[in-house]
Each structure stands twice: as structure tokens, then as C-alpha cells.
């Protein structure tokens, strides 16, 4: 098997937090003409460029005008939020570690090359990381062929065979399939049904899903290996700053695991967070109109032992209160990433990975940069900093 010498990463869903927002526009652009935006069609087109997409749309809702008209209705309103675009999730820390350590890196997307400057117009930075970008609007064919997998390959020098492909989308995936690469899956779609089984010793094709970026570990793939964990936790650039109101939940964490967990507004965390965001992750936390700040270790997602339909975030607060605190706002400075989400087999099993996540958090945020945090402006109040 030949060694890795490249990687080449999609952009929409692998890079940036783009989808969310392109989702939001898509249903409503969809509910105009009379229909509901289903998973099957959400499935059908992301990944492809925006035409196709919008054909796939089409096509799978029997949408009755042209493709072209609702890429039309849809591009004002994306065009204004383009440059509002965050990056996902271990996709700064990856992509700054590759550049350290000399790896061409390059970028296959569906994106125009006149779109992509308005998408990186908030990450600037990072573009001088690319050795080169191979766009949607200066390949034949789009996704999934593989054109633009196979251009990035050609203009950083290298065989397909040389070269892992970073992919969230299953017409990304199959692309790179196509093109000849191996192929690092990192699912924006919950139904990983969707994408090929990972074989993780073929020369060629999917070798890898991953709940996210802060999981790929680049010494399987022949790459250097990360040197920023601290107690098996890593480390998050940019931090999260999230708030929201306390609002009641399932009951579950006190009366089933003797774990007195939080539960935040859906609503108020809107947009805060990638669609694809889940795992346990660590940090500091504060409430209402205290002064106190306390360790925390949280929960994003849908617990797959109580498969939750919607996506929650549950921190756990290390420290005894008194008395409940719902309806006061509670921030959240989030630092460090443990662990993907896991099921069990028993509630034994779950409780028991919870105080162990709680020792982790306990002992990582000892150390910097996780310390530092805590005197951080956003948790700690002051006549400055009012809620």
C-alpha cells in the first residue's frame, strides 16, 4: 500500500459549517413552491455542485419549475451568509498540523471559484495552506465523478494512490472512490447507511468513518501523529463560547444516573453549533449573576443508548448545588474534546464512562491551556461583563 503523501480535503461539510444554514435556505426556498424537504433529497444533493444539487432536489420532491429558478431563489440569501461560515470542528487544528509538517494539502470541492472566495472570506489564514484548490465550475463533471479529486491530485504532483481524501458527503465519497484515493469519511448525514463499509487496509476507496475531525488520528494513514493531547483530551482552536437558558429535561440524569446534568435551550443554541457536532467534550461553566466558575464535562447529541430523535447538549456541572438553577442562563466555554459518542449495554456501562469523563475533565484541566480558561471574560462576571 502506497504511504500517503497528500490530502486532499471537500470544503462544505468537511471544512466549513456551511450546510446548516444551506439546509435552512433549501426548506424554505422548497416550502414556496408547495413541498417539504425530505432526507432522501437532502441525501440526493449535498455534495454536488449547486445546479446539479438543486436538479437532485428537484427531481426526487417533483419540484414543477426549473432547477435554475430555485438556484436562483436560493443564491441572495446565501450570498449574504457565505462569509459567516465557521469551521468545523478539528479542521483548524488538522489542517495547521499537516502545514507544520511540510504535507501538501489541497481542496476538491463543488464550490465555484467565485463562491469560495466569499466562503474563506472569514478564514484567510488558512488558504495559504493549500498548495492548490480544485473547484466545481473549472472541472467537466461534477461530483460524484471524479474530476475534481483527480485535478487536485494532478496539480499537487501526485498519484490518486498517494493521496487520502477527507469527504463528508456521499457523492463526495464516491468521487474520490472513482478517482482512486483512500478515502477518510467524516458523515454529515446521520444515516451512515448512506456510505460504503470502511475497509481499512484497501489500497483504494473508503477506509475510514469518523464522528469527526478531533478523531482522525493521521499516524493511521502514515502521517505524523498529533503531539497536543493532554490526558487523552484535545485540546479545541477556536474555543466554543456557547449560553442558553436552563430548561427542564428528561428527568434522566438525577433520577436514573444519580448524575445531575443540565439541559440548555435548543432554540438559544441555534447556529452555535455545527449540525454534525456531537461527542463529550470539557470546559468551564457559569450561572445567571454568579461570580463562581465551575469544571464542567458535557454531552452533545442523542445519547445513543436512550436514541434521542433530537440533538441535545447536557453538561454536568462538577460541583453540588443546593438547589435547581432552570430558567437562569448558563455559559459554557468549551475547550477540550474527550471522546465520540458511544452506546452501552448496560445503564451500569453508561453511568460508569460519565465519572470517568468527569475524571478525565477533572485531572486535563489542570494543566494549560485548559486553565487559563477559566478566568476567561465570558464565565467570569463582573460589572463589565453583565448577562
Not at 191 to 198: G, I, L, R, T
Not at 222 to 248: N, S, T
Not at 297 to 324: A, C, R
Request: glycine share 8%.
Amino acid at each position: 500500500m502506497n504511504s500517503v503523501k497528500g490530502v486532499i480535503f471537500d470544503l462544505d461539510g468537511t471544512l466549513l459549517d456551511t450546510e446548516s444554514f444551506v439546509i435552512e435556505a433549501v426548506k424554505d426556498v422548497v416550502e414556496s413552491h408547495g413541498k417539504s424537504l425530505t432526507p432522501e433529497a437532502i441525501q440526493a444533493s449535498t455534495g454536488r455542485r449547486p445546479l446539479e444539487a438543486w436538479q437532485a432536489v428537484k427531481d426526487v420532491l417533483d419540484i414543477g419549475c426549473s432547477a435554475q429558478q430555485l438556484l436562483d431563489e436560493s443564491e441572495p440569501v446565501l450570498t449574504e451568509r457565505w462569509h459567516t461560515a465557521k469551521l468545523m470542528p478539528g479542521a483548524h487544528r488538522l489542517l495547521w498540523h499537516l502545514h507544520r509538517h511540510s504535507i501538501p494539502v489541497a481542496l476538491a470541492t463543488s464550490t465555484s471559484r467565485a463562491t469560495f472566495g466569499a466562503k474563506m472570506a472569514g478564514h484567510g489564514n488558512l488558504q495559504s495552506i493549500f498548495a492548490c484548490v480544485s473547484c466545481g465550475d473549472e472541472v467537466q463533471n461534477g461530483k460524484p465523478a471524479p474530476d475534481c479529486f483527480r485535478e487536485a491530485a494532478k496539480k499537487l504532483g501526485l498519484e490518486a494512490t498517494q493521496c487520502l481524501a477527507i469527504e463528508d458527503a456521499p457523492a463526495g465519497v464516491e468521487s474520490a472512490v472513482a478517482a482512486g484515493m483512500r478515502v477518510a469519511v467524516v458523515p454529515s448525514l446521520r444515516d451512515h447507511q448512506a456510505y460504503p463499509k470502511p475497509l481499512p487496509d484497501a489500497p483504494a476507496g473508503c477506509c475510514s468513518v469518523l464522528p469527526s475531525l478531533l478523531d482522525f488520528k493521521p499516524e493511521q494513514y502514515g502521517l505524523p501523529a498529533f503531539e497536543d493531547m493532554i490526558h487523552g483530551v484535545v485540546p479545541l482552536e477556536p474555543v466554543w463560547r456557547l449560553k442558553g437558558k436552563v430548561v427542564k429535561g428528561f428527568g434522566r440524569g438525577s433520577k436514573e444516573l444519580g448524575i445531575p446534568t443540565a439541559n440548555l435551550d435548543a432554540a438559544s443554541l441555534q447556529g452555535a453549533l455545527a449540525e454534525a457536532v456531537t461527542g463529550i467534550y470539557l470546559g468551564w461553566a457559569s450561572i445567571g449573576q454568579s461570580k463562581q466558575v465551575y469544571k464542567m464535562v458535557m454531552s452533545i447529541g442523542f445519547n445513543p443508548y436512550y436514541n434521542n430523535t433530537e440533538k441535545t447538549v447536557e453538561p454536568w456541572l462538577l460541583h453540588t448545588f443546593e438547589q435547581d438553577f432552570y430558567d437562569q442562563e448558563l455559559r459554557l466555554l468549551v475547550c477540550g474534546y474527550i471522546r465520540p459518542e458511544a452506546n452501552f449495554d448496560s445503564l451500569d456501562a453508561l453511568v460508569k464512562r460519565i465519572h470517568e469523563d468527569a475524571a478525565v475533565t477533572e485531572a486535563a484541566l489542570k494543566h494549560d491551556p485548559f486553565t487559563s480558561y477559566e478566568s476567561d471574560s465570558f464565565v467570569v462576571m463582573s460589572s463589565n461583563n453583565p448577562v
